[in-house]
Structures are given as structure tokens and as C-alpha cells.
């Protein structure tokens, strides 16, 4: 089974950018048909962030649209969020994970990887 880890949050304060990475034990895509990214800040439900398809196509919560981007390297077996303009409200730890064709998340949850967004 391909294992996901992500990586680079960080402090970082309004306004600025920050690029995470999930990268894969093996082939980022593997059988799965998208690489989803998450985050649940504290004392909130986790939430849907970004996903990008094998296919490359992408789509993002309506509060990071225009926001954060969403990009892969293959060869490198990772997915990346690049995320701009951050507020305070973006503030969370951020997950990525395996997604069904149904979009359905398929594998268990990692670490994550914290950002913090403060002045």
C-alpha cells in the first residue's frame, strides 16, 4: 500500500505563502483516481481543501479558490499545494490523502503537517 506523508507548514504570517508536500511511497497516484488535500483546524471537523486527478484535473474549496494552487510531480511522486494570500483562518493541520473516483477518501489519515497563520 502507497503511504502518503506531508510536509512544509510552517508560521508563516497573513498574507504570505507556504507550499506543502505529500508525497508518496511509490507512485503518487498509484490505483487511486485523485490526491486530495485537507485540514481540520482546532475544535472544527476536517474539511475538504484541494484535489487534483490523475488526468490533472483540479478543484478547491470555495474559501482557498484563487488562493492556493494544486500541482504534481510524477517523477518526484508527490502532489503539491502551494497556498497564497494565507489568512488566519487558514490556520489548520493539513492532510492529503488517496481519493476514490467517488472522491471518497481511501486511506487512513497521516500526521498531517502544521500551518500557522499569525501575526
Known amino acids: 500500500q502507497v503511504q502518503l506523508v506531508e510536509s512544509g507548514g510552517g508560521l508563516v504570517q497573513p498574507g504570505g505563502s507556504l507550499r506543502l508536500s505529500c508525497a508518496a511511497s511509490?507512485?503518487?497516484?498509484?490505483?487511486?483516481?485523485?490526491v486530495g488535500w485537507y485540514r481540520q483546524a482546532p475544535g472544527k471537523q476536517r474539511e475538504f481543501v484541494a484535489r487534483?486527478?490523475?488526468?490533472?484535473?483540479?478543484k478547491f474549496a470555495d474559501s482557498v479558490k484563487d488562493r492556493f494552487a494544486i500541482s504534481r510531480d510524477n517523477a518526484k511522486n508527490t502532489v503539491y499545494l502551494q497556498m497564497n494570500s494565507l489568512k488566519i483562518e487558514d490556520t489548520a493541520v493539513y492532510y492529503c490523502?488517496?481519493?476514490?473516483?467517488?472522491?471518497?477518501?481511501?486511506?487512513?489519515w497521516g500526521q498531517g503537517t502544521q500551518v500557522t497563520v499569525s501575526s
Open positions: 511509490g507512485s503518487i497516484f498509484s490505483m487511486y483516481f485523485a
Open positions: 487534483i486527478t490523475s488526468g490533472g484535473s483540479t
Open positions: 490523502n488517496h481519493l476514490y473516483s467517488d472522491y471518497r477518501t481511501a486511506g487512513s
